[in-house]
């Protein structure tokens, strides 16, 4: 199954890449380093509050930059699963909602120049 799905993967990154240019790539390192980093912290230790606290808050003006924005919210999504506090969520919702308006910030930025 992880065969089929590295093939699948790859073929995505192809097309992306073939359509977006250096952006989708550029898009894909983001939010991959961020799973990264967030995996290799959760590993070594908890997850500290403030930690989260930072990544989640710094997403909410992160998005302005749009790899950035992917970026912090990989990281803060992936801190917020890991996380068991009990704000968890909201910093999970704060993730999701910066990572959606960094893509259509992307987007429009994409339109303009069309």
Do not use: H
């Not at 930690?51 to 990281?75: H, K």
């Not at 992936?78 to 968890?88: A, H, I, P, R, Y």
């Not at 969520?89 to 992307?106: F, P, Q």
């Amino acid at each position: 199954m992880k065969n089929v799905l590295g093939i699948l993967a790859f073929i995505v990154t192809f097309i992306l890449f073939r359509y977006l240019g250096l952006v989708g790539l550029l898009f894909l390192g983001a939010y991959y380093l961020g799973d990264w980093i967030t995996k290799w912290y959760c590993k070594r230790k908890t997850v500290n509050e403030k930690v989260l606290s930072l990544v989640s808050w710094s997403n909410v003006v992160s998005w302005l930059l749009p790899p950035i924005g992917v970026f912090t919210a990989s990281m803060a999504y992936g801190f917020s699963v890991n996380s068991k506090s009990e704000s968890s969520k909201k910093y999970r919702n704060l993730a999701i909602i910066g990572a959606v308006l960094s893509i259509v910030n992307a987007a429009i930025g994409i339109l303009q120049r069309l």
